[in-house]
């Protein structure tokens, strides 16, 4: 089980894609250490009651290195509940906790990075290539680039457990491979991109875009090649899903029985995008401190168990995020059940070129 605990929604950066500029836009909310104490006791709980052995907790925002001393207290607190549940018996003795936070880097310091190698934290930062590319949306507060601030500690986080976050703009697609492969070589084991679908990419867009992946697929399986494990998710997640004959559902999209979001007020969510702490918000599964309402979270089950109507008879959907993700859907129609147009277009044309190059491994 994942649980992402919505320390802040203060942030000191104003990206222009971000997903929460409307759902966190006083960004002032903040989470109190009661809340997220009982979002930690509750996640345990539903862990437990699923028969899962391990539970991650993501410190997440907002920006959460706003409030490093909650994530050094929330760290150990998960870490005493889990030794008293183990020791009891409730909990198997070879249960495994894990930490991780999702940040801007901007705001690390020697000390935070000392615990989060200490803690075996997994990192995920948001890097969208050189100066560039970076300063195209990740925006300060007063409008200044954010790339010095955040590059200031790369060499020492890229070597550490860490995952590269690239969000691409319609901006960004003329440079997108050459960041990826600069990411790459700042020392970045592991990365992603990821689409900032707001609903005026054209096809002249998704063909500038194609050029870039098929770019990054050659340059994904030329690494491999050479002996290098480079994880770019963008091409291989595809490339597994086809391989392995999965679906997306099973692999990545956790709502339901593998993701906790929590909001500063402590409300509960089915995974990150639809975290808010405005009144009456969609797709609230109950609350840190009254527990889960298992009807809001049936609505969630039943999304997983069932086929969009509108896919039927899509040889893809299964390795497609307009069909298979709740958060996709949600953010990208305002309805887990809604299908993207844009999203739509995107799933085939990036499965195109990860079959091709399917072809190539073979």
Sequence with gaps: MNLVLCLTEQCNLRCSYCYYKDSQSDRANVMSRETMEAAIRLCLDRTLSFKQ?????????GEPLIRKDEIYAGTEYAKGVVAEAM???RAPKDFDLRFAI?????LFDDQMLDFCEKENFRIYISVDGPAMQHNISRRTV???GSFDAMFKHLPRISRMNTVAL???TREHVPHLFEGVKWIHEQGFRSMTTSIDFDGKWTGEDFEKLALQYQKMAMYWLECRQKGDRFALGTIQDKIKLRLQNLRFRQYSCHVYNGAI?????GNIFPCTRFITSKENPPYVQGN??????EEACKIIKDFLDHDKQECEGCALKHRCVAHECACTSFYTTGSIEGVSPEVCTHERMLTEITDALVEKLS
């Design 53 to 61: 052995k391990y539970m991650n907790i993501t410190f997440f925002g």
């Design 87 to 89: 020791d009891s018996g």
């Design 102 to 106: 999702n940040t801007n880097g901007t």
């Design 142 to 144: 007063g409008d200044a």
């Design 166 to 168: 690239c969000t691409v």
């Design 261 to 265: 979001g929590v909001a500063t007020n």
């Design 288 to 293: 840190v401190f009254t527990g889960f309402d």
